[in-house]
T-cell receptor, first 114, second 113 residues
Framework: NAGVTQTPKFQVLKTGQSMTLQCAQD?????MYWYRQDPGMGLRLIYY???????DKGEVPNGYNVSRLNKREFSLRLESAAPSQTSVYFC?????????????FGPGTRLTVL | AQSVTQLDSQVPVFEEAPVELRCNYS??????LFWYVQYPNQGLQLLLK??????LVKGINGFEAEFNKSQTSFHLRKPSVHISDTAEYFC???????????FGTGTSLTVIP
């Protein structure tokens, strides 16, 4: 099991450029999440998908879009990148059930917007 | 909705000394509670979790936490820290029926030789 994988690991964009962050999990989890991590602010939820075919906004969705392509994959798109979107982005998936209700995180994508 | 407060942003401690990292939460419903650890340039790794049952929860690497419902706290403890425990620690809360997790702002633990 690879767990949760993210690509790319690093990315530098210019203001106004677009890009898609990819996330995949091989644990057959229903729920998937995108977070951003900024110094002193912890993790903030951007979007989540409770199940295949559904997506919902989190705390900081502005400037982002998501696609739950299938049960395994959940992508995050920046349509027009801004310097304020410089951050580390983490994807997570969640298993259900009282003994497995835990989020598993990917290694992160470090994004710099110039 | 729920929220989490981690009272200490930075905690320096000498090697082999005990440590406590504090976490308080706010919620109007019953919750699950988690502690995650993040080593430099890595993702988050589950340290321990409270779902139900005994309020004293043991996790990996010798860490434990105690759920105190009356004080709405879930403090993390270790009796003797090692250099390798230097990392960022995050407390998180989730409602029993909700889909979202809410994270604290993190506590940076630095173990001094």
């Amino acid at each position: 099991n690879a767990g949760v994988t993210q690509t790319p690991k690093f990315q530098v964009l210019k203001t106004g450029q677009s890009m898609t962050l990819q996330c995949a999990q091989d644990m057959n989890h229903n729920s998937m999440y995108w977070y951003r991590q900024d110094p002193g602010m912890g993790l903030r939820l951007i979007y989540y998908s409770a199940s295949e075919g559904t997506t919902d906004k989190g705390e900081v969705p502005n400037g982002y879009n998501v696609s739950r392509l299938n049960k395994r994959e959940f992508s995050l798109r920046l349509e027009s990148a801004a310097p304020s979107q410089t951050s580390v982005y983490f994807c997570a998936s969640r298993g259900l059930g009282s003994s497995t209700d835990t989020q598993y995180f990917g290694p992160g994508t470090r994004l710099t917007v110039l | 909705a729920q929220s989490v407060t981690q009272l200490d942003s930075q905690v320096p401690v000498f090697e082999e000394a005990p440590v406590e990292l504090r976490c308080n939460y706010s919620s109007s419903v019953s919750v699950y509670l988690f502690w995650y650890v993040q080593y430099p340039n890595q993702g988050l790794q589950l340290l321990l979790k409270y779902l139900s049952g005994s309020t004293l929860v043991k996790g990996i690497n010798g860490f434990e936490a105690e759920f105190n419902k009356s004080q709405t706290s879930f403090h993390l403890r270790k009796p003797s820290v090692h250099i390798s425990d230097t990392a960022e620690y995050f407390c998180a809360v989730s409602s029993l029926t909700g889909n979202q997790f809410y994270f604290g702002t993190g506590t940076s633990l630095t173990v001094i030789p």
